[in-house]
C-alpha cells in the first residue's frame, strides 16, 4: 500500500501560527473596509475544522474501499515519475473543478458544502470551516482511479489542493501580480467565490488554477467589496447546526412536498429551488342555462 505524508496534519501547526499573526496583524493596522476577525465566528470555524478531522476518518473507510475496488478493475496503470506528477496534480485541480461547481449547483451536495461557506467573514480561520459530511466528493474523482492513478496518489493530491487553498482566504493581501491573477487562484478569486451579492454567486470554483472558470464561463474579477456568508445566513455559531441545518431544511422540503417529481427537485435541484405553485383551482364553472354555475366542467 503506498503512504504519502498527511500534508494537512503535518500545517496545522503552521495555520494556527498564521491565524494568530493575521489576527495580530488587524489589531496593528485595521482597515475599515475589511471584516476582519469575530471571536464566536472564529471559535466555530475552529470547531468545524477540528470535528471534520474526525468525521472524515470515518468517510475515508467507505471511499477507499470504492477506489480499491476500481482501481483494481482497470488495467491501466499510471507511473509516479517526475513528469507525470504535474500531469497528475493539474488532471486532480480539473476534477476538484468540476466538484466544487456541482456542489454549488445540486443541493444535496451543498448540504455539505454550505458549510464552507456559512461564515460572514472571511480570514484564514474561515478556510478551516470544513464540512463533516465529506462524502460528497469522491465520486468526482473517479476517471482519475479508471485511468489508474493510485488511490492514495489521488488523495495525496488532494490534499496539496487542499493546502493551497488555506493562503487564499484572506482579506490581508489585495492583489497578486497579474501573470499570478490570470493563471492561479488568489484572495481576490476567493473573496468574490464566499461572497453572497447576486453578481458574485457560483463564482470561481477553481481550487490551485483559476484557468479553468476562464475556460467554463464562471470566472468574475473582484470589483465591488464582497458581503460574505448565504443569501439566508444559518444565525448560529453552534458547530452542529452549522454543520447540519441544510440537511433539516433538505428534510422540511422533502416532507412538505406532494409528488416524487418535488421530491427529486428538493434533492438534486439548485439550492433555493422550489416547484412552482399549483394553478389555482377555478371555483365557478360554465355559466348553465338558467344562470347559475357549475362546480365542475361540463
Same mark, same amino acid.
Given at each position: ?126 478556510a478551516l470551516r470544513q464540512p463533516w459530511t465529506g462524502l460528497t466528493s469522491w465520486v468526482f474523482y473517479i476517471p482519475l482511479i479508471l ?49 453572497s451579492q447576486g453578481s458574485y454567486l457560483d463564482r470561481n470554483f477553481g481550487g490551485i488554477l483559476i484557468v479553468w472558470d476562464r475556460l ?17 445566513? #444559518? !444565525? ?11 440537511? &433539516? @431544511?433538505?428534510? =422540511?422540503?422533502?416532507?412538505? /412536498? ?5 421530491? #427529486? !427537485? ?11 405553485? &399549483? @394553478?389555482?383551482? =377555478?371555483?365557478?364553472?360554465? /355559466? ?11
Open positions: 500500500m503506498k503512504e504519502f505524508p498527511d500534508v494537512i496534519a503535518w500545517s496545522i501547526p503552521a495555520f494556527v501560527l498564521l491565524i494568530v499573526l493575521e489576527r495580530v496583524s488587524y489589531l496593528l493596522h485595521r482597515d475599515d473596509d475589511e471584516v476582519g476577525y469575530g471571536g464566536a465566528d472564529t471559535v466555530t470555524s475552529m470547531a468545524m475544522g477540528l470535528g471534520s478531522i474526525f468525521t472524515d476518518l470515518l468517510w475515508k473507510v467507505p471511499i477507499a474501499a470504492a477506489y480499491a475496488l476500481l482501481y483494481a478493475l482497470t488495467p491501466l496503470r499510471v507511473a509516479e515519475v517526475w513528469w507525470t506528477w504535474p500531469l497528475i496534480l493539474l488532471a486532480q485541480d480539473f476534477f476538484y473543478y468540476w466538484s466544487h461547481r456541482g456542489h454549488h449547483v445540486i443541493r444535496i451536495l451543498w448540504a455539505s458544502h454550505v458549510v464552507h461557506h456559512s461564515s460572514q467573514r472571511f480570514n484564514l480561520s474561515t485511468i489508474g492513478v493510485h488511490p492514495a496518489v489521488v488523495a495525496f493530491c488532494g490534499s496539496v489542493n487542499l493546502l493551497y487553498q488555506f493562503w487564499i482566504h484572506t482579506e490581508r493581501i489585495d492583489r497578486m501580480p497579474r501573470w499570478y491573477e490570470a493563471v492561479f487562484n488568489t484572495p481576490s478569486h476567493h473573496r468574490v467565490h464566499h461572497a467554463f464561463k464562471s470566472f468574475a474579477p473582484e470589483r465591488e467589496r464582497c458581503v460574505y456568508g448565504l443569501t439566508k445566513n #444559518v !444565525g448560529s455559531y453552534n458547530p452542529v447546526r452549522v454543520a447540519f441545518h441544510e440537511y &433539516a @431544511s433538505i428534510a =422540511r422540503d422533502l416532507r412538505a /412536498a406532494v409528488t416524487w417529481r418535488h421530491r #427529486v !427537485g428538493h434533492l438534486f435541484r439548485a439550492p433555493g429551488w422550489q416547484p412552482a405553485p &399549483a @394553478s389555482p383551482v =377555478r371555483a365557478a364553472g360554465p /355559466a348553465r342555462p338558467d344562470g347559475q354555475t357549475s362546480s365542475a366542467p361540463g
